[in-house]
């Protein structure tokens, strides 16, 4: 069978299962914590959810307690996850140069495909909710969405032939990441109404196993097998921790600080930016908007019009600006939207607070080619684990501290969290203003290679 190099066909799939589960299993957390902590049925209708408004009622103080403990679950079962996900993202994608960069797309779906598998049997069971830490587990363990996105983006790189087209094939992939997300998340609260939890996870899990065959029977390997080194278990992982640490050991001082400067600015910002989404859902639930699962789907679907936006404002801008500008732009657009919605009490204004974010996911993709411009190319491998890893980190990391922020402030003030998030870009900030004076002309990435090439020449002769 003749292979085929397209891989955006997985990512899409992936990323739509992906936004589909996660504000699924939130609102399952809630809807089942609902039930434990009130003793009542939860009950949901096309516009709002079982939502009290009375603040003299007990049951709104019920409320804030279930709001309280969703947050803090949602941030154990990520805990839960996130060190087996560290490891298998830097082992599996920085080894991409020696075993292929499929293994970095199929293991993850497979271990998607055990948790939403067990998701669906927990929910036409009702057992005990404890048990979604096993799911999470399974998942981590099989390296998780870190794992797949760096496999992703290093494919992706692995096919462009010009620096250019290495931020153009990001972008296109974060497109795809963002659009799919939304479409997701819209059609996660129609999905749910229609044929509920159970069904809903059993269909994601055959979707995984199209995936799952597309990717080991249909999909090319970008590094061809006579290219690999056969090694042992020890040796490579040896080689990994190694290629690692000498890609800034080996480095010059002005490269390794852009590297650096660059990994920071991307760490801060994504754990801003990441931290703030993410609460979206359990504040959207919350008194006084108190939306349902449709609801929720309609707000997933008008951020996909800001990754629609930013990809065509990326197109547009990077003809007139450098990098470093357009991650300057994307982080105001994300700090304007993040203050909006900590006062948004409407309905109307939750959906505004969409428009000043329209450009709030050009930061990434930039950051991400901008790091890949400054590596060479055996080096690239090395470089997305250390994004990937860095990824999951962050991620941890934002989702234990905002969730904790978010259940010790919901009572007294739910947009509290986003106006530290707001405040906190500007460490991304000051970042990039250490950045533009490390690199002061549009070349510097281009000679910081050259520069790397010429001191192992040096070396060799």
């Known amino acids: 069978m003749r292979k085929t190099f397209v891989v955006e066909p997985v990512i899409s799939i992936y990323t739509f299962l992906y936004s589909v589960n996660s504000p699924l299993v939130q609102q399952y957390v809630y809807r089942r914590l609902w039930e434990e902590m009130t003793n009542t049925t939860f009950t949901d209708n096309d516009t709002v959810s079982h939502c009290e408004l009375n603040q003299s009622n007990p ?11 969703a947050s803090l679950y949602t941030m154990k079962m990520q805990l839960s996850s996130a060190i087996l996900s560290i490891l298998m993202a830097f082992v599996l994608v920085a080894n991409g140069e020696r075993c292929g960069r499929k293994i970095s797309l199929a293991l993850p779906l497979v271990g998607s495909l055990l948790g939403t598998s067990f998701l669906s049997a927990m929910s036409y069971f009702s057992l005990p909710l404890s048990l979604l830490f096993a799911s999470s587990f399974v998942t981590g363990l099989f390296g998780g969405m870190a794992t797949f996105l760096g496999g992703a983006f290093s494919f992706v790189v692995d096919l462009c032939q010009n620096q250019r087209q290495k931020t153009i094939r990001i972008a296109v992939v974060d497109l795809i990441f963002g659009s ?20 809903t996870f059993a269909a994601a899990s055959l979707l995984q196993t199209v995936n799952i065959f597309y990717v080991t029977c249909c999909l090319g390997e970008t590094v061809p097998v006579s290219e690999r080194q056969q090694q042992s278990l020890r040796e490579g992982l040896k080689e990994t921790f190694s290629g690692v640490y000498l890609l800034f050991k080996s480095s010059s001082c002005r490269k390794r600080a852009t590297m650096i400067l660059l990994l920071s600015t991307f760490m801060t910002y994504l754990f801003t930016m990441f931290g703030g989404t993410m609460l979206y859902t359990l504040y959207e639930l919350n008194a006084p908007l108190c939306w349902s699962a449709i609801y929720i ?15 065509l404002g990326l197109l547009l801008l990077s003809r007139y600006l450098r990098d470093i500008y357009l991650v300057c732009t994307g982080i105001f657009s994300y700090m304007g939207g993040a203050v909006m919605a900590a006062f948004a009490n409407t309905t109307l204004l939750m959906f505004l607070v969409r428009v000043p974010s329209l450009l709030l996911f050009i930061p990434i993709p930039v950051l991400r080619s901008m790091l890949s411009k400054v590596v060479l190319p055996e080096e690239q491998g090395a470089m997305f684990a250390c994004i990937a890893c860095l990824e999951v ?11 904790s922020v978010y259940a010790a402030t919901v009572a007294w003030f739910p947009g509290f969290t986003f106006l530290l998030t707001a405040g906190l870009c500007v460490v991304p900030l000051g970042l990039l203003s250490l950045l533009i004076c490390v690199t002061r002309s549009k070349e510097d990435f281009v000679l910081l290679v050259n520069e790397d090439n010429s001191l192992q020449e040096n070396a060799e002769n």
């Open 297 to 311: 789907g309609y707000g997933s679907a008008v951020s996909t019009t800001a990754s629609l936006i930013g990809f």
């Open 393 to 403: 980190v962050t991620g941890t990391i934002a989702i234990t501290v905002f969730n």
């Open 59 to 69: 049951t709104y103080l019920k409320q804030k307690e279930v709001q309280e403990e």
């Open 180 to 199: 799919m997300s939304g479409l997701g998340g819209l059609a996660s609260g129609y999905i749910l109404k229609e044929i509920g939890f159970t069904w």
